[in-house]
């Protein structure tokens, strides 16, 4: 069976008919009783579907709701109720056919943007793709697009990324502030770090059978053995805790932060007649390594840590991984973690300062920095006694040079790419 398409996202374009007839708010009982029957025809176990709406329907009868006559309330309320039930369950309404222009004054004209203008602004889903010093790649991603085919322009987006990074020695995703999105996405990226024969992906059981999260056309040029990191908190939901899982249960990845949210069970929109929509899951995954999912109680990291602490402790390790590359290589991520390791400290710092040929050292805000001639400066840390590290490219070094004197003389500059060159300070 083809791979579903459930988007987990609340930002899907509303049609006109329904924006019309929320603008005039139903009763309560009526907005429940509509919500109720949608979970009894859409949510994938029927069993557990029939309790939920039932419940609903016995709440609302016995006036549980009828107070809450705002639509803002009531879409709160429900909410609430039924996320106890499945972490993927919200209730809201559609945007406006003609939002009110929001004034700075107040967020009351503000509507839900349409899924894919967020994802066509959003780079779809690609926040940021750098290499990190010590050649560590890092693929920030703040959603997972969805895509049909090869051609697609989410799946370009994913290719080139993965492009990017495709000579790092090591790759981290930044999933900590990635609520989710199409399972599409998700397959894709993992068949960029499996084998294409790896029975790895996610398998959903729904009313109308089951479906895989393999990917239709694997990415093309796997890398099964370069070192993978996912970082994690408790915002990580939805398609991103897939990816995740998949990788950590397949061992191709070393997961770092904090428990994620426990939304496993995708689907999608349902409008009710009165004009609210909610958002129930038409599927559920077994992931064939572990038998099981994440729904309600998150993916757990392998290495936990606050989630502000991630990447650097992810980026270590990552670096540490790297003491048996080439000599160049190892020496450059040692560096780098060197100096992601050094911590602050005191410094006198009147003995360097002065000119050294063509550059000069001064006192900043938060440290020296050194400027050569019209090149952009170095923001220098202290490592040790006259040994400082470029806090914007840790593989760089400045050590300061003293005489017997112990008057600083001269000052070298350690890059791990380049090696080493020797200035002399100038009189004042």
């Known amino acids: 069976m083809k791979a579903p398409v ?32 949608a979970i009894r025809d859409a949510y994938f176990d029927p069993a557990k579907a029939e309790t939920i709406a039932a419940a ?50 107040t967020s009351s004209g503000l509507s839900p943007v349409p899924f894919p203008v967020v994802a066509a602004r959003g780079g779809q889903g690609f926040r940021a793709v750098q290499i ?9 991603m703040r959603m997972f697009s969805h895509f049909e085919g090869g051609e697609d322009l989410a799946r370009r987006q994913a290719d080139a990324a993965l492009q990017m990074v495709s000579g790092a020695d090591a790759v981290i995703f930044d999933l900590r502030n990635n609520g989710g999105g199409s399972p599409a996405m998700v397959g894709y990226l993992v068949s960029a770090f499996v084998g294409p024969d790896a029975d790895v992906y996610n398998r959903f059981h729904s009313r109308d059978g089951e479906a895989s999260e393999a990917p239709a056309q694997p990415y093309a040029a796997p890398r099964v053995d370069v070192p993978v990191y996912v970082l994690i908190s408790g915002r990580t939901g939805s398609a991103a805790e897939a990816f995740a899982y998949t990788l950590q249960a397949a061992k191709r990845a070393v997961v770092v932060g904090e428990t994620s949210g ?125 040994l400082f590290f470029d806090a914007d490219e840790p593989y760089r070094r400045i050590r300061f040079v003293r005489d017997e004197a112990g008057r600083v003389t001269a000052l070298e500059v350690l890059d791990s790419q380049t090696g080493v060159s020797r200035l002399l300070r100038r009189s004042a």
């Open 262 to 386: 426990g939304a496993a069970n995708p689907g999608g929109p349902v409008f009710t007649p009165s004009g609210y929509r909610v958002f129930i899951s038409t599927g559920s995954p077994t992931n064939p390594l572990t038998g099981a999912n994440w729904e309600k109680v998150g993916v757990r990291p392998d290495v936990a840590v606050p989630a502000e602490d991630a990447l650097e402790t992810a980026w270590k390790a990552a670096l540490a991984a790297q003491s048996n590359a080439t000599p160049a290589a190892a020496t450059e991520a040692a560096w780098v973690r060197e100096a992601l390791d050094a911590k602050p400290a005191a410094f006198d710092a009147a003995p360097y300062l002065g000119a050294y040929g063509g550059s000069v050292v001064q006192a900043g805000d938060d440290g020296l920095t050194w400027k050569n001639e019209r090149r952009p400066a170095w923001r220098l840390r202290p490592l040790s006694p006259d």
């Open 56 to 105: 609903l329907e016995a709440e609302a009868a016995q006036g549980r709701y009828d107070g809450l006559t705002d639509p803002r309330d009531l879409e709160t309320a429900l909410t609430a109720r039924l996320e106890p039930y499945d972490q993927h369950f919200s209730v809201g309404r559609p945007a406006p056919s003609t939002p009110a222009a929001a004034t700075p004054a």
């Open 6 to 37: 459930f988007i987990a996202a609340l930002l899907l374009a509303a049609s006109p008919a329904l924006a019309r007839q929320a603008e005039t708010p139903a009763a309560p009982r009526v907005v429940v009783g509509q919500i109720a029957a």
């Open 132 to 140: 990190l010093p010590g050649n560590v790649g890092l693929i920030d």
